[in-house]
């Protein structure tokens, strides 16, 4: 009866159940000045106008006190279209910014500050995290570890909170090669691991961080693991959820199609290749890594709210955002599509023109990597000294270099994930629900989305705005002909080494065989 009503209803009678799960709500934010935060305090903005206060814990940074970077972020080009509709005063209006840091002990907040966030919260979105794998172990555990078990204490003490959300990650419980929706064991103890870390000096952590991180490969999945554990603990103390996204790519569709603020996962793959300066990688090109575009993630995110707290369903605490269930899209299609969009939007200066392959022998790409990228530098970099400017190539490959020891453990292992819960609450939307809060891809046009993605990567990563493509192509075929020609020379020349080298190895066999004829004969 009820699914009749709303097929029978217009577009405007159908409630939006998941902006009045937010009416009047105060919402605190972590993590707010890092990517998916950006995306989800415009999206509160621009489609959930009727929350009642959004606070952000920030911290200073590089000088800049908290309130300097609320302005900086909404200079951001992911804000030009709200701030347009609403006023940048009525944004300042909307966000309240209070002076903190996770990875300081109570949360380095003020007792007016901590009173304030206690007696009013509602909401709370711990994304607040450190994203960079190499990190140093004790920073890692301080930041992700400890910051949300200092951030869960607070959630304990707000009077009035309906719900707490930990964003994590899909690729945090690596042992498992199907993930489900599930809580995990954790790979050690949190509080053990936080008490260790607290009283050690940095170099005696840092000594033992392989022997503490045991099989993980980098710090960030294991303190995403242990966190996981310290808001399992909570559950049943507090109203908890935990909220695995995969890799978090570029905006899809709205704000601003293919923005992002990083060359995190393929945005950076595909510029460097673009770039012309990636042309090997060890990597298994059948396999394939699990993606989600922030907008999707931030969606899915309000709608699991959304059924927490409107729907009352205390059942489901665990979700995978992800989507290799439906779209499987390989390293080597990445590659492919990427090779095709640059030579249709090529970037500006690229040092060669794209190429490369991928390997499967580590043995071959250490060759080709010593051959096609270090020699390459090294020559590049010599040129450029000589002509009185500072060498960058090489410093820019020993960046390559250290990006693909993160990326060939991810490239050459496999894993899928369960999300039917996610599909349970995909059935449950209802049509202007189901658009607005688009958390499906029955439209997904991936070489158009890869498209937006380079567009996007040239204008707010790289600043080369859209005038420079003429140059930009025209460069590109020079630089194809300069392949060509290379190829064809590096060929000749190997063709005449190898005669060379022939007609000396016959004389030599011939002198060899002479020479033995002779003493036998003597």
Not at 258 to 268: H, K, V, Y
Not at 437 to 457: L, N, V
């Amino acid at each position: 009866m009820t699914e009749t009503r709303v097929e029978t209803m217009t577009e405007e009678e159908i409630p939006d159940r998941i902006a009045l799960t937010f009416k009047d709500q105060n919402i605190l934010i972590t993590g707010g000045t890092g990517f998916m935060g950006k995306v989800m305090i415009e999206k509160f903005l621009r489609c959930i106008p009727n929350t009642k206060q959004i606070f952000m814990l920030v911290r200073p940074k590089k000088g800049k006190d908290p309130k300097h970077r609320l302005d900086e972020l909404f200079n951001s080009p992911l804000f030009e279209n709200i701030k347009k509709q609403r006023g940048l005063g009525e944004l300042h209006k909307a966000v309240t910014v209070v002076n903190g840091d996770v990875s300081l002990p109570g949360l380095g907040l003020s007792p007016e500050d901590r009173k304030l966030l206690c007696d009013n919260v509602n909401i709370v979105y711990h994304a607040a995290a450190t994203v960079r794998f190499d990190e140093l172990l004790k920073r890692a555990v301080l930041l992700n570890t400890r910051g949300t078990k200092l951030m869960l204490e607070l959630a304990k003490e707000m009077k009035q909170l309906k719900l707490f959300a930990y964003i994590s990650t899909a690729y945090c419980h690596l042992e498992e090669k199907l993930l489900g929706e599930k809580p995990y064991p954790p790979p050690a103890d949190p509080h053990k691991i936080i008490k260790c870390v607290e009283w050690m000096d940095d170099d005696v952590v840092e000594a033992m961080t392989d022997k503490i991180l045991g099989d993980y490969p980098n710090t960030y999945a294991f303190t995403k693991a242990l966190s996981e554990s310290l808001v399992e603990e909570q559950m049943p103390h507090i109203p908890a959820i935990i909220l695995r996204p995969s890799v978090v790519i570029p905006v899809w569709k709205e704000p601003l199609p293919g923005w992002t603020d990083n060359i995190n996962g393929p945005t950076g793959l595909l510029i460097g290749a673009g770039k012309g300066v990636i042309r090997t990688m060890y990597c298994n090109e059948n396999g394939y890594a699990d993606y989600v575009p922030v907008d999707i993630a931030i969606n899915a995110i309000f709608i699991t709210t959304w059924n927490f707290i409107y729907n009352g369903d205390q059942e489901r605490r665990v979700f995978n955002l992800t989507s290799s269930s439906e779209f499987k899209v390989s390293w080597a299609e990445i590659i492919a599509r990427g090779r095709r969009i640059t030579e249709k939007v090529p970037l500006n200066g690229v040092v060669w023109y794209p190429g490369g392959s991928m390997k499967k022998s580590r043995l071959l790409h250490n060759i080709c990597f010593l051959l096609f990228h270090m020699i390459p530098a090294y020559f590049i970099d010599t040129l450029i000294f000589l002509a009185g400017y500072k060498p960058v190539m090489c410093r820019v490959q020993r960046r390559i270099q250290k990006g693909f020891e993160v990326f060939e453990y991810y490239a050459n292992n496999q894993w899928d994930f369960e999300n039917a819960n996610m599909y349970n609450l995909r059935d449950k939307l209802n049509p202007v629900e189901y658009d607005k809060y688009q958390i499906h891809g029955d439209d997904m046009d991936i070489d158009k989305y890869f498209e937006s993605c380079i567009r996007a990567a040239r204008i707010y990563i790289l600043n080369e705005p859209p005038e420079t493509l003429p140059a930009a192509r025209r460069h590109l075929r020079v630089m194809y002909w300069v392949d060509v020609i290379t190829k064809i020379l590096f060929f000749v020349l190997l063709i005449y080494i190898f005669a060379s080298w022939s007609k000396t190895f016959r004389a030599f066999l011939v002198g060899s065989w002479s020479l033995a004829s002779q003493t036998l004969t003597d």
